[in-house]
């Protein structure tokens, strides 16, 4: 039944790159038979699962939406998707995201835009933004995201789902195609707090073939769920963001609605500054691309992905053509930037003092968590907007991560939930950042307040 929605949908909304309904009927089959066998299940067992197409599945194309990657089939699965299989989940298919997870609209994917599924005429966020409408538009009841800057919270809040990125090194990024290493990370997808507590089971774990992978017990995150008691817990209010020029009033009236709820549960609600806010995106913006520019210097054409044809007179020019043809505008504006904030004479200037302000913001979390619990705000400076509105206006688009990069460069988790809708009807997110490993206190919190 997935499946068919999946199709009905996929022509309105374009939320896939990739149905596989011959790898998820047998998956499904083989949960059955285990099933008739009476042999124990996963905690999955036979639920419809989306995954982001960045993320490698050796039985589907992984194409990060990129001309690059099309058709290209990886010899091996991810951590994440050996452990959805291990659940006994069925993968559907692969989802639609901004080329190489660069953007925050989806329209920067090599196989057409995603629309969101609330107004067709909309953007569902991005770079998840495939995944973030397949759940939206019912197709699944949860899907795998990966946020480097906001990539699951801000298409979470643009359709109306909830979207958590865990602790940096929670989750195991083997098999995930790197953008930005320091700061990439996998996370659940879903409908409510719930739903991603019973997904963050299955994936979060060590693994040592991550190197950043954290060595640390992973808690049953469903416990967290439980109780929707906030008597206690201070809760850390970034008012000055929150009134911050720019942001939609619809924005600020869901944050006030939500302060109510929060104290209204019982929560303190307590005044917190992170001083260095206003260097978040600059930052982000200098350490993203140079990593990057790194990161993508293995498309060469001669290991994987396209390669350019016999015009090509010999293995430089190869190369050359075989990026100028494989990557979209986006992608080889990261390139530039990254290449130039790393190079010799500029790197002092630009990628080492990023490093350090990023030290300061890191430090601002540490002092804000000294005195609160969790801290809550706004995930976007305004609700989902129309399709081609930013698109061709790159700082407007890098704007949009104005809440949300914060806590990857402190590496912390951040949650992004449903939190009522502008006037028009448009869903609006709220967002709560808890210190590192402090997952559950994001799930228990979200879920009182769902
Ligand atoms: N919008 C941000 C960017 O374009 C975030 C992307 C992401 O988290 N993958 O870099």
Redesign the pocket.
């Known amino acids: 039944r997935a499946l068919d929605a999946i199709e009905a949908s996929q022509s309105t909304h374009n939320a896939y790159t990739h149905v596989d309904r011959e790898s998820a009927v047998a998956a499904a089959k083989s949960v059955d038979a285990k099933r008739a066998a009476g042999q124990p299940l996963g905690a999955l067992a036979g639920v419809p699962i989306a995954v982001k197409d960045v993320l490698c599945t050796s039985d589907m194309p992984t194409t990060c939406s990129s001309e690059m990657l099309r058709g290209f089939r990886p010899p091996y699965d991810a951590t994440v998707v050996g452990k959805l299989r291990a659940a006994d989940a069925v993968i559907v298919g692969k989802t639609n995201m901004?080329e190489f997870?660069?953007?925050?609209s989806t329209e920067t994917s090599a196989f057409g835009i995603t629309k969101n599924p609330w107004d067709t005429s909309r953007t569902p966020g991005?770079?998840?933004g495939g995944a973030a409408a397949a759940v939206a538009a019912g197709t699944v009841p949860l899907s795998l995201g990966?946020?480097?800057?906001?990539?699951?919270r801000?298409p979470a809040a643009f359709c109306g789902v909830t979207g958590l990125k865990p602790t940096y090194g929670r989750v195991s990024r083997y098999g995930l195609v790197a953008?930005a290493s320091s700061l990439d990370q996998i996370g659940p997808m879903a409908w409510s707090a719930d739903e991603c507590a019973l997904l963050m089971n299955v994936i979060a774990g060590f693994e040592p073939r991550d190197s950043t992978s954290l060595d640390q017990a992973v808690p049953d995150f469903t416990l967290a769920t439980e109780s929707n008691d906030l008597r206690g817990v201070r809760i850390g209010v970034l008012r000055e963001s929150a009134q911050a020029e720019g942001i939609d009033e619809s924005i600020r009236n869901a944050v006030k609605h939500a302060i109510g709820v929060f104290a209204e549960l019982g929560a303190e609600i307590v005044d917190v500054d992170l001083p260095h806010r206003e260097y978040w995106v600059p930052t982000?913006y200098v350490i993203?691309p140079s990593e990057a520019s790194s990161n993508l210097s293995r498309y060469d054409g001669a290991h994987y992905g396209h390669r350019a044809g016999a015009e090509a007179k010999d293995l430089v020019s190869m190369y050359c053509r075989s990026r100028a043809e494989g990557f979209g505008a986006e992608v080889k504006r990261r390139i530039m930037i990254g290449t130039y904030a790393l190079s010799e004479g500029y790197a002092d200037e630009y990628y080492n003092k990023a490093l350090k302000v990023r030290r300061l913001i890191r430090g601002d979390y540490d002092a804000a968590f000294s005195q609160v619990d969790l801290m809550l705000g706004p995930v976007t400076p305004t609700p989902a907007f129309p399709l081609g509105d930013k698109i061709d206006d790159p700082i407007q688009?890098?704007l949009?991560?104005l809440f949300?990069?914060g806590a990857?460069l402190a590496g912390v988790p951040a949650i992004s939930l449903p939190g009522g809708f502008d006037p028009s009807g448009l869903p609006i997110g709220i967002q709560l950042q808890a210190p590192t490993l402090e997952e559950s206190r994001l799930l228990f919190a979200a879920s009182a307040f769902q």
Do not use: E, L
Not at 101 to 104: D, K, P, R
Not at 147 to 152: A, E, F, L, Q
């Open positions: 901004d997870a660069m953007g925050a991005g770079s998840s990966t946020d480097t800057g906001g990539s699951i801000q953008f982000y993203a688009m890098y949009c991560d949300t990069v990857n």
